[in-house]
């Protein structure tokens, strides 16, 4: 067998090595030693192979010659290469592994028994892709090849060709990291975690490479949403790996550990950074469903994403779904400026004014007046701070939205935003007591000099989510998790990114102050209210008219002073209680009285005619009708022994999983099937995927076949079960109706079941081959 090495790199010596340089070098790799799951016979053959090159380069003759050979490999043309013979096998036949080896290649011939040695030796030399590539032969078809005793005993050499194999794919993985690929470091990672549990060796191994995994897959879920929009099924995986994060974790500021690294604050700003990779729609769907845990962080991301959606598209509705979630926060934190702009775009000028009242955000509020100066209200300084805040802190935030301008004019001009607009119900009515006041309002007297928006941006509520800023910003410390004790004051602070990776420039466009004037008054919905009265809600009113003076009554009596008033209370209350505790006494000796008189009759008659019972004698028991003699035992309720997961109740709650998976991933996206046979975290997982393919417009349809083959249950925990199933899968996959590909694939799996409300559903899976 021919192998890629050579005697100087055996014992990792330059050609022109002193004669004590290689005793030196051998005594050195001899003394070296490798992981200690190797066999004797790998360490054996290792070092015959570093004895030999010793041999042949310390006898002078011998390595005259081959330093010839050598020479004559590396530089000189190929058709004139006549390499001297060196090694045990200097005329064997050409082997299946010479196609890898380059002409230009040093290498040497060894006996079959030593493979392992050069394999050690080679993942020593860091040649880890080299070491894959000749051992790919002999684990393609399951190991076999390494069965037959060619390389010496099976029950030795297959271990110790899966361990160097699997070691090599853990340090190019590695490797591949250190390079910033991220998604190749993942792909060399799970093929030799896969190979490891198909053998069913080295845990401890494969336990190094999912903690590497897990530590990597932030920087695979940057590196896939940073891919272009039209590679979509790579940036659904990235999706799909962030959502699987987020379970793990307990949301955005869960306090679960998803093996990942990364704190609660760092989490926070890897989610800011996502963000500008991903589109309103892809983070409309994923917030949304993360603020249903509930999370106060993922409502208020979602809201900016409903808000950005809505005003892009122009589609009202949208921001009407953004107010009702700011009506939730509201009961937490001062969200009443973002409440004002919602209600700005849905045309309830008298909301947003009301809104603009409760706010506690001197700033954005002083900016808002010092720009509506010469007009009744405050709308036309709302308006520009509406306009500037969409466009500086809402729109950058988003991929799909960074080259896009704000116009309020354009907005309200549009045909579906006027229907909508007129459709909504009337402001004062239905909408008036959704508003909850977190705080008292307070006069702000807060005078600005100039109509430039404040230092810190117009915006005190948005987000803010920035990488980069430099204007410091409203803090969020108010803000509380609804599920936790987390601060969100990450979400509005400037953050740096956790992963080095340049952010894409955002757009900042000036809004100037006539064209927001003139868009409100071309495009506000008339109301019932006149300006005039909409302004005196919003500005300040004079001292005078704050309380009306109270009415005096005519002729007025004199008013007793208040020692009077109490003696003539408590003379009135002691009479009357006097008078009541004498009738009270007179009534009760009265029906006493009667009482008496009527039992004394009624006896007296029963004597004479002879009405009386026979007399019980001795102490009776005391029987009373609330509560019995004696006490009643509770009976034991009848259970019926638990049901044990048998093959054949395995492969019918399989049947029932593939058949809810069909329904929820196709052109209905019926997710409810899901909910009766799995369990966290499977249910997270899948019905995220399936609201991720409604979203895109995409679904599928499967035909399935399944197959359990053993089922073991839990002796620790009869309510825990695995089951190993073989399943035949065909899958087609549409997008907008059309079908874009179709796969076969036959899987060996293996699911965790778990009894819950007595019945067995599906915790988890994974694939075995």
């Known amino acids: 067998m021919r192998i890629p090495l050579d005697y100087y790199r055996i014992l990792g ?17 001899t003394l070296q030693l490798p992981r200690r799951e190797y066999s ?47 090694g045990k096998r200097a005329n064997s036949e050409t082997t299946a592994l010479e196609p890898v080896i380059d002409s230009h290649t040093p290498s040497i011939e060894i006996e079959d028994q030593q493979f392992v040695g050069a394999l050690l030796l080679l993942h020593e030399l860091g040649e880890y892709e080299l070491v894959v590539k000749l051992c790919q032969p002999y684990l393609s078809s399951g190991s076999i ?33 250190q390079q910033g690929q991220y998604e190749n470091a993942a792909s060399s990672l799970e093929a030799g975690q896969n190979l490891l549990l198909r053998e069913s060796l080295f845990a401890s191994l494969r336990g190094e490479m999912q903690t590497d995994l897990y530590k990597l897959r932030p920087y695979r879920i940057l590196e896939l949403l940073q891919l272009p929009l039209e590679k979509t099924s790579e940036r659904r995986k990235g999706l799909q790996l962030l959502r699987e994060m987020l ?31 991903m589109t309103t729609t892809e983070q409309q769907g994923l917030f949304e469903t993360e603020a249903r845990r509930p999370s106060a962080v993922a409502t208020y991301l979602a809201v900016y994403a409903l808000i950005a959606q809505g005003f892009a598209e122009a589609q009202p509705a949208l921001i009407r779904k953004a107010k009702l979630m700011l009506m939730h926060l509201g009961r937490r934190q001062d969200v009443n400026l973002e409440k004002a702009v919602c209600a700005l775009l849905l045309g309830q000028t008298e909301e947003a004014s009301r809104s603009l009242e409760l706010s506690q955000e001197r700033e954005p509020i002083a900016f808002i007046r010092e720009n509506s100066q010469n007009s009744p209200d405050l709308l036309p300084g709302l308006c520009l701070y509406a306009e500037s805040w969409l466009q500086d802190e809402v729109f950058p935030h988003f ?76 803090s969020m410390a108010t803000v509380a998790p609804l599920n936790s004790d987390v601060s969100v004051s ?100 009265g029906l006493w009285l009667l009482w008496f008189l009527l039992s004394r009759a009624f006896g007296a008659l029963a004597d004479v005619l002879g009405w009386s019972g026979p007399t019980l004698k001795g102490e009776q028991a005391m029987v009373q009708l609330n509560q019995p003699p004696l006490p009643i035992p509770e009976p034991k309720p009848v259970t019926a022994e638990p049901e044990k997961l048998t093959p054949e109740v395995a492969e019918a709650k399989l049947n029932q999983w593939l058949s809810a998976k069909s329904a929820a991933l196709g052109p209905e996206h019926q ?14 997982r899948w019905v995220g995927m399936a609201e991720t393919l409604k979203q895109e417009g995409s679904h599928r349809t499967y035909k399935h076949s399944v197959k359990v083959t053993e089922v073991q249950m839990d002796q620790a925990n009869p309510n825990q079960a695995v089951a190993y199933a073989e ?43």
């Open 671 to 684: 997710v409810e099937a899901l909910q009766k046979i799995l369990v966290d975290p499977a249910l997270a």
């Open 247 to 277: 379970q793990e974790r307990g949301g955005i500021d869960g306090q679960a550990d998803d093996q990942s690294g990364l704190g609660v604050e760092d989490f926070l700003r890897f989610v800011q950074q996502l963000r500008r990779y």
């Open 13 to 29: 010596l330059p050609i022109q090595a002193t004669p004590e340089q290689l005793k030196q070098a051998h005594r050195d790799r």
């Open 727 to 769: 399943v035949q899968e065909q899958v087609q996959y549409y997008s907008q109706g059309q079908l874009q590909n179709t796969e076969d694939a036959g899987l060996q799996l293996q699911y965790r079941f778990i009894r819950k409300d007595g019945e067995w559903r599906i915790e988890d899976w994974q694939v075995m081959r």
């Open 490 to 589: 990450g979400v509005r602070e400037s953050i740096s990114p956790l992963l080095s990776a340049p952010p894409p420039p955002s757009v900042r466009t000036s809004v100037e102050t006539g064209s927001a004037s003139t868009s409100i008054q071309g495009s506000r919905k008339p109301s019932s209210p006149s300006r005039e009265t909409q302004s005196s809600k919003v500005s300040e009113p004079p001292a005078s008219s704050t309380v009306p003076p109270t009415p005096k009554p005519p002729n007025p009596s004199p008013i007793p002073n208040s020692s009077s008033l109490r003696r003539i209370q408590r003379k009135q209350d002691s009479s009357k209680w006097r008078r009541l505790l004498i009738l009270g006494v007179g009534g009760l000796l």
């Open 40 to 86: 004797d016979l790998a360490i054996t053959a290792r070092k015959q192979l570093i004895d030999e090159a010793y041999a042949i380069l310390s006898d002078a003759d011998q390595r005259q010659a081959y330093d010839m050979g050598f020479l004559a490999k590396t530089y000189e043309p190929e058709s004139e290469i006549k390499t001297p013979a060196f």
């Open 399 to 474: 991929r799909d939205l960074l080259d896009q301008s704000v116009s309020l004019k354009d907005y309200f001009a549009d045909p579906h935003v006027q229907a909508y607009l007129e459709a909504l119900p009337n402001e004062t009515g239905s909408t008036s007591n959704e508003w909850v006041v977190v705080q008292p309002r307070r006069p702000t007297t807060t005078s600005v000099s100039s109509s430039k928006p404040p230092a810190s941006k117009p915006s005190s509520t948005a987000t803010n989510l920035q990488l980069t800023s430099s204007s410091p910003e409203r």
């Open 145 to 177: 090849g390494l069965k037959d005793g060619r390389f010496g005993d099976p029950a030795l050499i297959v271990p110790d060709v899966i361990l160097t194999v699997a070691s090599a794919y853990l340090e190019l993985g590695r490797e591949q990291w």
